[in-house]
């Protein structure tokens, strides 16, 4: 079974300071990767997701991460952080690349927090 | 953009009742899961469905548990009889392409039982 470690719980960071979230993944074959981020009574929205393309991938509301396989990590990134990203960000990781029913192992996730 | 929709946004329902939680997955998706978050935990999996059988359940899917697909629209778990640990919220998703395996959540159903 896959597990995935985001690192710390809570991060809090100034408006427009750089956003940092770690996530470490277990996996024996590459898998897919995916942060999704969790907005106060809302579902889960994906933000990004790795699928062996580029390593670094981009998506939703200027937010990056890279595929860095010798480290197993798949961090999330955001040069600037504005007062709206303030919210839960789930990483998680595939069950079996390539597998059409692959179930998904989140992270226990992480709360960020934005201050003035 | 389609969405995912779930009913009821929150189910409050006393130990041993059974409940019922409904979902509408995206309309050109094929797979489709149920997930749970209960407060301050994981996201878990507990199912996922594919072609009208459930494809793969986890630990957590036990008897109490069935899931259905009764007619071309809705996806619905069902929880025989409901114990005080099964307090969560409910998530369900749904899938269009296998080679992806992007998931596309819907708003969850919180349930408490009581």
């Known amino acids: 079974a896959q597990s995935v470690t985001q690192l710390g719980s809570h991060v809090s960071v100034s408006e427009g300071a750089l956003v940092l979230l770690r996530c470490n993944y277990s996996s024996s074959v590459p898998p897919y990767l995916f942060w999704y981020v969790q907005y106060p009574n809302q579902g889960l929205q994906l933000l990004l997701k790795?699928?062996?393309?580029?390593?670094l991938v981009k998506g939703i509301n200027g937010f990056e991460a890279e595929f860095k396989k010798s480290e197993t990590s798949f961090h999330l990134t955001k040069p600037s952080a504005h007062m709206s990203d303030a919210a839960e960000y789930f990483c998680a990781v595939s069950d079996d690349r390539g597998s059409t029913l692959g179930r998904l192992y989140f992270g226990r996730g992480t709360q960020l927090t934005v201050w003035p | 953009e389609p969405e995912v929709t779930q009913t009821p946004s929150h189910q409050v329902t006393q130990m041993g009742q059974e409940v019922i939680l409904r979902c509408v997955p995206i309309?050109?998706?094929?797979?489709f899961y149920w997930y749970r978050q209960i407060l301050g935990q994981k996201v878990e999996f507990l199912v996922s469905?594919?072609?009208?059988?459930?494809?793969?359940k986890s630990e957590i899917f036990d008897d109490q548990f069935s899931v259905e697909r009764p007619d071309g629209s809705n996806f619905t778990l069902k929880i025989r009889s409901t114990k005080l640990e099964d307090s969560a919220m409910y998530f369900c998703a749904s899938c269009g392409l296998a080679d992806s395996n992007e998931q596309f959540f819907g708003p969850g159903t919180r349930l408490t039982v009581l």
């Open positions: 309309s050109n998706h094929l797979y």
């Open positions: 469905f594919y072609n009208n059988e459930i494809s793969e």
């Open positions: 790795y699928t062996s393309a580029a390593t």
